[in-house]
C-alpha cells in the first residue's frame, strides 16, 4: 500500500518562503514520477508542478513559474517543494500526488494521493 504524508504547511506572510516535503512509502519510489497539486476553497484542484524519476525533468503550472521549485531525494524517498516570493493566491491545501509513469502532468496521470497540507499566505 502506498502512502505519501506531506508536512512543513503554514502561516507565511506574503513574500516569504516555505519549503513543504512529501514521504513516500514503498522500495520503487525512484521509479516513479512525481507531483504537487493545490486546491483553493471554492476552486477546483490545479497542477503546481512535477517532477520526473530521475528527478532531472521538472515543470511547472504557470501561476508559480520562476517561484517555486520542485527537488526530490530518492534516496530519501522524499520530494519537495519550495515556494517563495509567496502571495495570499497561494493559500492552499497542497496535495503530493505519485503517477504510474516516468513524467506527468495532468491530474489524471496521477494515482496515489497523500491527505495535503495546509498553507496559509497572509497579505
Known amino acids: 500500500q502506498v502512502q505519501l504524508v506531506e508536512s512543513g504547511g503554514g502561516l507565511v506572510q506574503a513574500g516569504g518562503s516555505l519549503r513543504i516535503s512529501c514521504a513516500a512509502s514503498?522500495?520503487?519510489?525512484?521509479?516513479?514520477?512525481m507531483g504537487w497539486f493545490r486546491q483553493a476553497p471554492g476552486k477546483e484542484r490545479e497542477f503546481v508542478a512535477a517532477i520526473s524519476r530521475s528527478g532531472y525533468t521538472t515543470y511547472y503550472g504557470d501561476s508559480v513559474k520562476d517561484r517555486f521549485t520542485i527537488s526530490r531525494d530518492n534516496a530519501k524517498n522524499t520530494i519537495y517543494l519550495q515556494m517563495n516570493s509567496l502571495k495570499p493566491e497561494d493559500t492552499a491545501v497542497y496535495y503530493c500526488?505519485?503517477?504510474?509513469?516516468?513524467?506527468?502532468?495532468?491530474?489524471?496521470?496521477?494515482?496515489?494521493w497523500g491527505q495535503g497540507t495546509q498553507v496559509t499566505v497572509s497579505s
Open positions: 500526488a505519485r503517477s504510474e509513469m516516468i513524467f506527468a502532468t495532468r491530474m489524471n496521470d496521477y494515482n496515489y
Open positions: 514503498g522500495r520503487t519510489f525512484s521509479n516513479h514520477a
